[in-house]
């Protein structure tokens, strides 16, 4: 067997290993990524950076940006990266962290999710250096032989070693068969693209693996793993989330945006650094020094929101939020708050909080009351019976959300 070429490893590769460590759980093998840094380096090749997403929803948040972000900055090493769109495993479903089979989406779901994917990941990476496919394009004519042939490539027993899988039959929870179709067709869309590296979230391993071993199978230089964390959200506690809505959506509105940033624990702050801040680590262990030494940990927190608001809406629109934001902070009111015009005056101040969209509820609007989170015209309402005859009145519900109610 011939002894594969060593290339140096220079001031660059190191460079360039470094960069890919950044905020990353695990880099495995880290040799071997060594070695293909050394390699492209040495040899002008870019190496192949994959990274697949499955349309299951139609938006992204700040969660999903923590691997987009190290696409990026493998791009900007000069790398390939590959936005992989699982059009075909889609229509499996991942089982990752599942304890149920997860129902199929057709394939006008699949479609119009995956565009607006298109849409947004191009808000992270550059879309024009990048190979963007669809792994249809190799799923589909794989057909029924080549699917088999491709499953004797692994044993159940390997397959029951996957921590989901164990859990569900030990529950006997059921499990079908296709299932466990998803790791193998994910792993085969590395041998279709040749990838020299797979990023993922933490709770990818299993696939991303699987990958590895299949190029083995099929003669490839096997790819290295890279992934990241869970992104927890503006809770502090659970990962981020929409249905648990800790969220920050990349379209959400500049000020929301910012807003919602400026919300987060002084300690969640630089573990969001860490992940999503694009600043230099030497500036941000500086930045923090300067915290712990006494300054105020709210312009640390200014500054990386201004960065993500900047990153999805520009500079000038961060600086606009920036501005709303202290305006909110003084008791002012902003300029585009909403008008909403509202019938059955005198009305009770819970139902007119609620009819005008500040609460979800009347209940909830009691408690903003009891809080004394509620202000109309700019006074504290204290009164839970408080009724409001007809006129005009600008309602506050929290710090950031108003409205000029126009009350008969």
């Known amino acids: 067997m011939e002894t594969p070429t060593r290339f140096p490893v220079t001031p660059e590769v190191e460079h360039a290993l470094a960069v890919t460590r950044r905020g990353c759980q695990e880099l495995l093998p880290e040799p071997e990524w060594v070695a293909k840094l050394a390699r492209s380096h040495a040899t ?10 499955d349309p299951t929803a139609p938006d992204l948040h700040l969660g999903h940006t923590v691997v987009l972000n190290k696409m990026r900055q493998l791009q900007d090493l ?47 990476i550059d879309v024009s250096r990048a190979e963007v496919r669809w792994n249809s394009e190799w799923s589909d004519p794989l057909g029924a032989r080549g699917l088999i042939q491709l499953a004797a490539r692994y044993t159940v ?52 693996l699987m990958g590895r071993h299949l190029q083995q199978e099929y003669g490839q230089d096997p790819q290295c793993v890279l992934t990241m964390p869970l992104l927890e959200g503006t809770d502090g506690i659970e990962k981020m989330s929409k249905s648990k809505g800790n969220y920050i959506g990349i379209t959400e509105p500049a000020n929301t945006m910012f807003g919602k940033a400026m919300s987060i624990s002084d300690d969640l702050m630089w573990r969001w ?14 930045l923090r020094a300067e915290v712990l030494a006494g300054r105020n940990p709210k312009d640390a927190k200014v500054a990386l929101a201004r960065e993500i608001t900047a990153r999805f809406h520009g500079a ?62 700019g006074a504290t309402v204290s009164d839970k019976g408080l009724k409001l005859p007809s006129g005009s009145y600008v309602v506050q519900a929290g710090k950031r959300k108003f409205a000029r109610v126009v009350l008969d």
């Not at 650094?273 to 500086?286: G, N, T």
């Open 44 to 53: 002008g090749q870019p190496l192949r950076v994959k990274f697949g997403m």
């Open 78 to 124: 000069g790398h390939t990266v590959i936005p992989l769109i699982g059009d075909f495993t889609t229509m499996i479903g991942d089982p990752s962290g599942r304890n149920s089979t997860r129902p199929p989406l057709t394939r006008e779901q699949i479609e119009a999710f995956a565009k607006t994917y298109f849409e947004q990941i191009g808000l992270v």
């Open 157 to 208: 027993a390997r397959m029951m070693e996957r921590d989901d899988f164990a859990k569900r039959f030990a529950g006997n929870t059921p499990i079908s068969v296709h299932e466990f179709l998803y790791p193998l067709m994910q792993g085969y869309d590395s041998v279709a693209l040749k990838s020299d590296l797979e990023l993922g979230g933490t709770d990818q391993k299993f696939n991303l």
């Open 273 to 286: 650094y860490e992940l999503l801040s694009f600043r230099p680590e030497a500036e941000i262990a500086a």
């Open 316 to 377: 000038a629109a961060a600086e606009a939020a920036i501005a709303d934001f202290e305006l909110r902070a003084r008791g002012g009111v902003p300029d585009d708050i909403p008008e909403v015009r509202l019938t059955g005056a005198p009305l009770g101040i819970g139902a007119l909080m609620k009819q005008a969209g500040l609460a979800p509820s009347t209940s909830e609007a009691m408690r903003l009351v009891e809080q004394g989170g509620v202000r109309v015209d």
